[in-house]
């Protein structure tokens, strides 16, 4: 307690110690239970067994009781921030709130002790959950076939893009520049450059979308693709895709799809008929279990029949009434990842999507919608600026702009970011897409009831006031944080591991 007692005081909010803080080594802790002297005789001493590098003379960590450790471990929860805790409108990220349900049933032990290695025969039911959700995908998107084996959504992306790569190296064209809009997610441009081919920007036009004619000079004989969000990072939806889509196949180049914006349009439009040819979908965010403390992610990828032949290996089939993994994909990439996908993910989305149905899928990105330009509507009439698409609505998220805080009282968007923290509202997305000056990128999804946006709208509100009138609080915030404001350079240097060290550095500074 001492630790947490002297940092509330000291005004630098309640880090929670390490256990070599709070305990002493060969002191306290739990007896480990040696085993019985029957097992012994039989079996050997396991130091005889295993090899000596994998044997411990001792375990220097300190001694806790139970308790000790219980709490300590609470402590560390309550230091973080999900969206159990509060809203959480990271724009472009579509946290929102997952069931407990859905949870509690990717939680069953007979899907957490499966083992990847198990046989065909003994593992008929995930393969008919994985086979389900890739049909349900199908029906959502309009793309008849996919794979669930990417990790992650940029993960996708590269799959993705791979596959553009393969299917002109059989054609012998040699196409090695991607298009991808200003306005698109920002992991397109490295999962291209990845896989080979040159990054050719197109800027956004007034409204914020593509600009045409630019889209149109930038096309020619070595264009593969285009990476599209729709709507893109600026919440806008590309009203004219259909016209792009056009100029990129009258070309033989492709058009994939960014899904990280898909939980604006699922069940009000299907990426067939934006003429969409290939796409990945984050199944982490779009169908609940949203990422958080570095994963784990999910990114499906679908494809239209011309590219099928191409995807990665194994692919999950149907035959007759038997579910298997297929390697009989005949141009395949290859494999992308050991295994075959987080399937602890998948089975989420699974059941997130078997509860809502086709009403639900489609009533979910609706309230979405319908959240982000209220919440947009009453923001723009308390002064807050929104830089494009300001008089048409928005999809599922928007941009603000804080330039004019900066500019006239040296706020900045990381500040109103920060005081928001005060307040108990999880920041937004801040500084992209970086064709917003002093971006606040914001995304209410359809998780937060009228009263929460109401409050979050309200916290903004008294932000913009005190960076009027105390300016000093905003600039100083947060204080009623785990971890006040610190040097962010610094820490981008040097990492503190412990409270002491961290005191310590600030006693030298001072």
Aim: charged letters at 25%; aromatic letters at 8%.
């Amino acid at each position: 307690m001492r630790y947490r007692q002297a940092r509330w005081e000291a005004g630098e909010g309640i880090l929670e110690p390490t256990i070599f803080e709070l305990g002493k080594i060969g002191e306290g802790g739990v007896v480990v239970a040696k085993p019985d002297n029957r097992i012994i005789e039989e079996t050997g001493k396991l130091e005889d067994i295993l090899p000596k590098k994998l044997v411990r003379e001792n375990i220097s960590i300190p001694g806790l009781t139970e308790p000790e450790v219980a709490r300590h471990f609470n402590h560390l929860t309550q230091m973080n921030f999900g969206v159990d805790s509060g809203p959480y409108w990271l724009g472009s990220c579509t946290m929102k709130y997952t069931p407990k349900l859905v949870m509690r049933l990717a939680s069953y032990h007979e899907l957490r002790e499966l083992h990847p290695y198990s046989p065909e025969e003994l593992t008929q039911g995930i393969l008919r959950v994985l086979y389900e959700l890739q049909n349900m995908l199908s029906i959502i998107t309009g793309l008849t076939h996919f794979t669930l084996q990417p990790a992650a959504g940029a993960h996708g992306e590269l799959v993705g893009a791979l596959i553009m790569r393969k299917r002109f190296l059989d054609l012998s064209e040699r196409r090695d520049e991607m298009l991808i809009p200003d306005s698109a997610h920002g992991s397109n441009f490295a999962s291209a450059t990845m896989a080979g081919f040159k990054i050719v920007r197109i800027p956004p036009s007034d409204e914020g979308t593509i600009d045409l004619s630019a889209l149109r000079a930038a096309i020619n004989e070595k264009t593969a693709g285009m990476m599209v969000t729709n709507p893109n990072t600026l919440g806008i939806f590309e009203n004219n895709i259909l016209e792009a889509a056009d100029m990129l196949h009258n070309n033989g180049s492709y058009l994939y799809y960014d899904g990280a914006n898909l939980n604006a349009i699922m069940g009000w439009l299907r990426l067939s008929d934006m003429g969409v040819d290939l796409a990945h979908f984050n199944m982490h965010k779009t169908f609940s279990a949203p990422h958080g403390g570095g994963g784990p992610g999910a990114g499906a990828v679908g494809v239209t029949n011309e590219l099928k032949d191409y995807l990665p290996v194994p692919i999950i089939v149907k035959e007759e009434n038997r579910y298997k993994l297929s390697y009989e994909v005949p141009k395949s990439i290859g494999k992308v990842r050991m295994f075959y996908g987080n399937v602890g993910v998948l089975v989420k989305a699974w059941s997130y999507l078997k509860l809502l149905g086709s009403e639900g899928v489609r009533t979910s990105s609706g309230i979405a919608v319908l959240n982000a330009n209220y919440a947009r509507k009453r923001l723009m009439d308390i002064g807050f600026e929104v830089p494009y698409g300001k008089n048409r609505p928005c999809k599922h998220e928007f941009v603000l702009s804080l330039s004019n805080f900066r500019r006239e009282y040296g706020i900045k968007a990381l500040d109103f970011a920060k005081a928001l923290i005060d307040r108990g509202y999880h920041p937004p997305t801040i500084y992209f897409p970086p064709i917003v000056h002093e971006a606040f990128m914001m995304e209410p999804t359809e998780s937060d009831s009228l009263r929460e946006i109401d409050g979050y709208i309200d916290a903004m509100r008294e932000i913009k006031e005190s960076a009027k009138e105390k300016p000093d609080e905003v600039l100083n915030a947060p204080r009623n944080a785990a971890i006040t404001r610190i040097n962010d350079a610094l820490a981008n240097k040097k990492l503190w591991l412990t409270w002491k060290i961290y005191k310590e550095s600030k006693e030298r500074e001072n």
